[in-house]
Nanobody
Framework: QVQLVESGGGLVQPGGSLRLSCAAS????????MGWYRQAPGKERESVAR??????TDYTDSVKGRFTISRDAKNTWYLQMNSLKPEDTAVYYC???????????????WGQGTQVTVSS
């Protein structure tokens, strides 16, 4: 059983900052990549940022220079969001591509989602 638990969402004014955290726990053999997605009302879920075990990162164009993804050594990763805009308002989901056993293929796991609202 694998669980991804997010924290850190909330309401912030335009130009403000928030930091999201995601902690993975359970039967985890290895994590290949970690990431953050978001889904705004009436829109499809989109990838926001991704980091691999080699610490290679990738961002969607709309957040480059404002958001930073990072990870620690204990299966926790973060999304630092600066200069937030109203269009960043969405439910943010963390995601991990991981294996639970050495012989398994990697599978995608999701957190429960956390609401980020940017509004004055």
């Amino acid at each position: 059983q694998v669980q991804l638990v997010e924290s850190g969402g909330g309401l912030v004014q335009p130009g403000g900052s928030l930091r999201l955290s995601c902690a993975a726990s359970g039967s985890i053999f290895s994590i290949n990549a970690m990431g953050w997605y978001r889904q705004a009302p009436g829109k499809e879920r989109e990838s926001v940022a991704r980091i691999t075990t080699g610490s290679s990162t990738d961002y969607t164009d709309s957040v480059k220079g404002r958001f930073t993804i990072s990870r620690d050594a204990k299966n926790t990763w973060y999304l630092q969001m600066n200069s937030l805009k109203p269009e960043d308002t969405a439910v943010y989901y963390c995601n991990a591509n991981l294996r639970t056993r050495p012989s398994d293929y990697s599978r995608s796991y999701w957190g429960q989602g956390t609401q980020v609202t940017v509004s004055s």
